[in-house]
């Protein structure tokens, strides 16, 4: 089995999980919004082979025609968010499939990606690190500054890419080696220790880790429900509320069968004594006659 589709998430925040030891770890809390498989991109027809994932939801009044669409074609609802993942073929996953939180198991290391929290416009020191001036003797109102970013005559400028004051925060950032601590299925949480980039609500893309080995446990192609199965669980659930209800309609039945059986029995017992006190009478009114 080659590589293995990742998953679309939502941070949540920053929490801690006690070990049985009595240590805390900290773990960042991460959300599966209705994570679905929503197209396939193929060797024939886009020279590649990839998962189209998508997360969360939309308005469909607030989409192009043509996205509403594509949507409507795979009979999928609108998603917020939507990403690609590169696998093999012996990877794919079927189109609507939903993607569970045991889709990575307890102690393997994944990679997660996110956009950084935005600071706006930062100087040196902030962006990057600099020392800055001397806080005292000989600088006046610049403790602050990056220095000098040219030469002399030659060359007569500022190189391009000089580390300067500028835009910081917003960037693609992706950490390696996170360790998964703890999945819930039922909530769609996965627990991974240390920090994620990104602010909360934001989404992040999340992966086998490329630098360490998959654990055997790992499910391949991966752990995922079809929207048939839902169905066939609720079906599954009627008949078994149903069985019940059937046997109760067929006791009540048989009770009143029963019944019946009495009263027809009592009828016929009634009517033979009427019977008999008919033919007394009639021998009576014999003996008065004669």
């Known amino acids: 089995m080659g590589m293995r589709s990742g998953v679309i998430a939502q941070k949540l925040g920053m929490t801690r999980v006690f070990t049985e030891e009595g240590n805390h770890v900290p773990v960042t809390v991460l959300r599966l919004g209705n994570c679905q498989v929503i197209g396939h991109r193929t060797k024939d027809k886009n ?4 998962l189209q994932l998508g997360a969360g939801e939309r308005r469909a009044g ?3 025609k043509a996205d509403r669409g594509g949507f409507a074609k795979v009979k999928i609802e609108p998603k917020r968010k939507l990403a690609e993942f590169r696998v093999t073929e012996d990877a794919l996953i079927p189109v609507g499939a939903e993607i569970t939180a045991d889709h990575f198991v307890v102690g393997q290391f994944v990679d997660v990606c996110g956009t ?6 930062a100087g040196g020191m902030k962006r990057w ?3 800055g001036l001397r806080a005292s003797h000989g600088v006046s109102i ?5 220095g000098s970013t040219g030469g002399r005559q030659d060359p007569g400028k500022t190189f391009k890419n000089k580390k300067m004051p ?3 925060g917003t960037d693609r950032v992706t950490t390696l080696n996170l360790k998964v601590v703890q999945t819930d299925v039922a909530r769609g949480l996965i627990l ?8 909360k609500s934001g989404w992040i893309l999340v992966r086998d880790a490329v630098k360490k080995s998959l654990p055997k446990e790992a499910p391949k192609p991966g752990k995922f429900k079809t929207t048939d199965q839902p169905k066939a669980e609720a ?38 004594q009427a019977a008999k006190a008919a033919d007394q009478a009639a021998a009576a009114s014999k003996k008065e006659g004669a």
Request: aromatic share 4%; glycine share 10%; proline share 4%.
């Open 192 to 199: 991974v220790e240390g920090a994620v980039p990104g602010p």
């Open 129 to 131: 690190n600099f020392g």
């Open 142 to 146: 610049s403790h602050r500054s990056i």
């Open 235 to 272: 079906k599954a659930e009627a008949k078994n509320e149903e069985a019940p209800k059937a046997d109760d309609a067929a006791a009540k039945a048989a009770a009143a069968a029963e019944q019946a059986a009495k009263a027809a029995d009592a009828a016929a017992k009634a009517a033979e």
């Open 62 to 64: 607030n989409m192009s």
């Open 116 to 121: 950084s929290i935005g600071k706006g416009f």
């Open 166 to 168: 500028g835009h910081l």
């Open 47 to 50: 020279g590649y082979v990839a």
